[in-house]
């Protein structure tokens, strides 16, 4: 049975923004990410990378680099254990260890650019550089794919021998598709022979990169009793640990991972890359390796989010009133299978209520790095497709986009295009908010001369996840708490996880200490992403709460000689039930619990299937240069249901973040992919991310729809900002210069190509 | 090392106020100088190649992208890190700025960020946020969106 909450309004701490407790720590620069660990005797490992997206490996060399002063280990393909395939879940994604594996360090063929053949421990970086370049590696170079149609072709080159593709429950083999789902409600082809407008129309995606600044690291130590300890910056600590004790082969308690602080991930830190390397380079040299990536393997080797190919066909009646929908999903997958079919068919349709629908999607290889997520995996790139198509359907048949949007909203009840029913959501409650935004209802002023100006609008959907985290609480004779809790902190978490256990105990945020656990401190706790960090933990943490009130309860008992049945906790004071006037304070408990029976713990642990749908909708106004082509955002407005924000500022800031995340995804941000499968763009200079000159400050309109399934109201808000600009910038750009664009990045040189 | 050893450097330089004398591996960035040599890791590594201003330091008042300049280059000079702009009286109002209007997510641009910002308003205390825009480009921030980053200098301004 799952509990449901009613929503409260009368928080003392809940809806407050006190000062992030790791503050202090982040602003003075003493904050320890990962490239910052230091340990005695560290050397530095660096890897061999291929220069080429598809080869056979004929040999390695390595022996001019073992014979260089200050090399203390080299490794290769041969040096990994041979994991077994099989498949792991992490939350966002799933791992087969046996590609994982392969994916970190190539065993005879490398399957993308920058492909590890070798990994190198040296004294210091310098060194170990200079001892990679004296590997010699012979290729035999073969032809690459780098996108779905050539990837799906006859006589495409084949990048694993030994995938099974899944084509609707078939096996297939000797293939490059290595799954094809379908989902499929109504009658399709009756309702679109009986649409009175449909409209079909392809859209297609460059992939991005999730484009963290702190570049993926590792430091890793393999001591002589078997153990290996591993300091990162991950998205989880246990799932890390996970992975690298099913790549290593070793038992998950061998396997230490000490979370630090992290730069930002975007879910791209939640596959591991260096730990295991780190270790077995560690066991080799027996002295802890540290490892930093650098920033062009990170853009060549590491977690972009999938390109895509996408059709999308739209029936609706003469009323405005969608009917049928279908939509062809192509993703890569990368090297290895896993492109994020699934959500994009959660997310596709979620904003709108159709009948009768399909949904085709095929996870397809191609020769470039393996996808990891990025901030709602696959749901920006079908926002891009359906959000453009619903606008171009309006157009076409001369109907208000937000009124339609409005009309055709989903509700409790609605049918998501992989058949699940939606809960209590706030698709209706966004848009009625938009219609009535100060954004909405101002003009969208004169353009400039030169230079021509379109707003547009769209909706965007992530489902937010549950899962499991873990939380511990202990008392302190002042009347303070510790908090230990599992989830590493990207973005602010530890204080929201401090504010659920502050507001159950009637106490300031700030006498609340939380701490990130390391995986030998703290229950198992799933990865900081899709959206469940302040859902799920943040539960953890209040049931934590209530059954540390609980434990105090008993402590009071004793103090007044009752029974703990008879003693009743209310705003931070216990008080008996029989006689009222009869109080003591938390803070005042605390000081006597040596006296009570010692130290007083508790302990929180949830396993939670949602953590509420979020829906959310853009207004961007655009103004383009029809000289250059170059667009700039001129205002922009997030309007989401964030069901109950613990910390406002903090889910602001998720708000912001996503919306220009996915303004670069719009406007220019892409892997500029050469023909023989290498990136041209790999540095920060040539894919550009957004800067503060690019963009205005990112207005934010919080909708509360209090998601029922948590204490007080908290409904994932990190993912759904991301997925509503590409369109919102694809429809503004239609209204600015006529011409609507089907592909990003929706550049400068595409915009002038359109103008032509 | 044997053959192809490199000859070290002899610095002497300020950061923060101390005096520090080194031998500097000719080869060796300011921004590793601070990090390994002198153990200072609140100067960030972000590229390496001078585009996201996670190592901004300040070499006599100017601020730099440290993984673009030689350790061996601030000989005679005086270097300021993130670690020396808070004093024992406490936060520069620029950092407290940073933590009420919650100018951090993640954390690993702010170092970069703040030490390019008292870069600006140690020089124009009160600029306007289209000068605040120009001035901070060269550092980039993937989670913040800017938006608070910016508010932040500018309640941090005069
Ligand atoms: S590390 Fe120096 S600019 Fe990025
Ligand atoms: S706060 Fe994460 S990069 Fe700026």
């Keep these: ?756 | 090392m044997t053959t192809n050893t490199p000859s070290k450097v002899h610095v002497t330089t300020t950061i923060n106020g101390q005096q520090h004398e080194l031998l500097v591996p000719g080869y060796m960035s300011l921004l590793d100088t601070l990090r390994e040599l002198i153990g200072l890791t609140g100067t960030k590594e972000g590229c390496l190649d001078g585009n996201c201003g996670a190592c901004t330091v300040s070499i006599d008042g100017r601020i730099v992208d440290s993984c673009l300049v030689l350790g061996a280059e601030v000989d005679g000079k005086e270097v300021s890190t993130i670690e020396g702009m808070a004093t024992p009286e406490g936060l520069h109002p620029l950092q407290q700025a940073f933590l009420e209007e919650a100018a951090l997510q993640c954390g690993i641009c702010t170092p970069g960020f703040l030490v390019a910002a008292k870069g600006l308003l140690d020089n124009e205390p009160s600029p306007s946020e289209g000068r605040i825009r120009h001035w901070l480009a060269g550092n980039l921030c993937r989670c913040t969106g800017y938006d608070k980053i910016v508010r932040a200098v500018q309640k941090a301004s005069s």
């Design chain 1, 1 to 756: 049975m799952v509990a449901t909450f009613e929503p409260k309004t009368d928080y003392k701490v809940v809806g407050t923004r006190p000062i992030r407790h790791d503050g202090y720590d982040k602003v003075t620069g003493r904050a320890i990410y990962g490239g910052d660990m230091k340990l005695p005797g560290l050397i530095w490992g660096v890897c061999v990378r291929s220069p080429h997206a598809h080869a056979n490996i004929k040999s390695i060399d390595t022996t001019a680099a073992e014979a260089m002063d200050g090399v203390f280990a080299v490794i290769t393909g041969a040096d990994m254990p041979k994991a077994p395939s099989k498949l792991v879940d992490l939350g966002e994604g799933n791992i087969n260890f046996k590609w994982a594996s392969n994916k970190l360090m190539a065993d005879d063929k490398v399957l993308y650019r920058g492909h590890p053949v070798a990994a190198i421990a040296a004294v210091d970086r310098y060194t170990a550089e200079e001892a990679a370049r004296k590997v010699t590696v012979e290729y035999e170079v073969l032809p690459s794919v780098t996108n779905v149609v050539d990837a799906l072709k006859e006589d495409a080159p084949i990048l694993l021998e030994d995938l099974v593709g899944d084509d609707l429950g078939e096996d297939v083999t000797n293939t490059n598709m290595a799954a094809h789902v379908r989902h499929e409600f109504g009658d399709v082809e009756g309702a679109f022979a009986s649409a009175a407008h449909t409209i079909e129309r392809e859209y297609n995606m460059q992939m991005v990169h999730q484009g963290y600044i702190e570049p993926q690291n590792a430091t890793a130590m393999w001591d002589e009793e078997d153990r290996i300890k591993v300091w990162t910056s991950t998205q989880g600590a246990f799932p890390a640990r996970t992975q690298i004790a099913g790549i290593l082969q070793v038992d998950v308690s061998r396997v230490k991972v000490t979370p630090l602080e992290i730069g930002g991930g975007f879910g791209g830190k939640i596959p591991v890359y260096f730990e295991p390397l780190a270790a077995i380079l560690s066991k080799k040299s027996q002295r802890p390796v540290k490892m930093v990536m650098e920033r062009s393997a990170v853009f060549e080797t590491t977690g972009p989010t999938p390109g895509a190919r996408m059709i999308i066909k739209l029936g609706a009646d003469a009323n405005g009133k969608l009917t049928a929908a279908t939509a062809d999903i192509w993703f890569e997958a990368g090297a290895n299978p896993g492109a994020f079919i699934g959500p994009a068919a959660m997310c596709v349709y979620a904003p709108y209520e159709i009948a009768n629908t399909r949904i085709d999607g095929w996870d397809v290889l191609v020769n470039k790095p393996k996808v990891a997520p990025y901030r709602a995996p696959g749901s920006p790139q079908v926002a891009f497709a359906m959000e453009s198509a619903i606008d171009e359907l309006c157009e076409n048949a001369g109907w208000d986009s937000l009124q339609f949007r409005i009309d055709n909203a989903s509700k409790e009840g609605t049918r998501r295009g992989d058949g699940v029913l939606f809960s209590k959501i706030g698709m209706q409650e966004v848009l009625e908010a938009v219609k009535t935004s100060d954004h909405w209802n101002s003009p969208l002023g004169d353009a400039p001369a030169g230079k021509a100006r379109g707003r547009g609008i769209a909706n965007g959907y992530w489902f937010n996840i549950g899962l499991k985290s873990s939380a511990n609480l202990a008392v302190n004779s002042d009347g303070t708490v510790q908090l230990t809790e599992g989830s590493t902190d990207i973005g602010g978490s530890r204080t929201a996880m401090a504010m659920h256990v502050a507001e159950v105990l009637g106490i300031g945020a700030h006498d609340v200490r939380p701490t990130v656990g390391d995986t030998e401190s703290i229950g198992y706790t799933d990865v900081t992403g899709g959206s469940r960090t302040t859902y799920a933990t943040g539960y953890a943490c209040w049931l934590a709460a209530n059954n540390l009130v609980d434990v105090l309860k008993e402590r009071v008992a004793i103090l007044w000689d009752i029974n703990s049945d008879d003693v009743d906790f209310n705003d931070g004071v216990f008080s008996s039930k029989a006689e009222a006037e009869k109080t003591i304070g938390f803070k005042e408990l605390a000081g006597k619990l040596d006296d009570l029976g010692g130290p007083a713990n508790s302990t929180g642990s949830v396993d939670l299937e949602s953590a509420g749908d979020g829906f959310g909708t853009h207004i961007a106004d655009v103004e383009i240069d029809l000289a250059t082509g170059k667009t700039d955002i001129v205002r922009y407005t997030v309007v989401q249901d964030v069901g109950t924000a613990i910390h406002p500022a903090y889910v602001e800031g998720q708000l912001q973040g996503g919306a220009v995340q996915g303004i670069g995804w719009a406007l220019n941000e892409e892997y500029f992919m050469l023909d023989d499968g290498r990136m041209a763009n790999s540095s920060f200079l040539d894919y550009r991310m957004p800067t503060t000159l690019d963009l205005p400050l990112i207005d934010t309109v919080m909708v509360e729809v209090p998601n029922p399934l948590h204490p007080y109201g908290v409904r994932g808000v990190g993912e759904t900002p991301i997925c509503p600009p590409i369109p919102a910038i694809a429809n503004a750009i239609k209204e600015a210069i006529g011409t609507r664009l089907y592909e990003t990045p929706m550049n400068a040189g595409s915009i002038l190509k359109a103008l032509k």
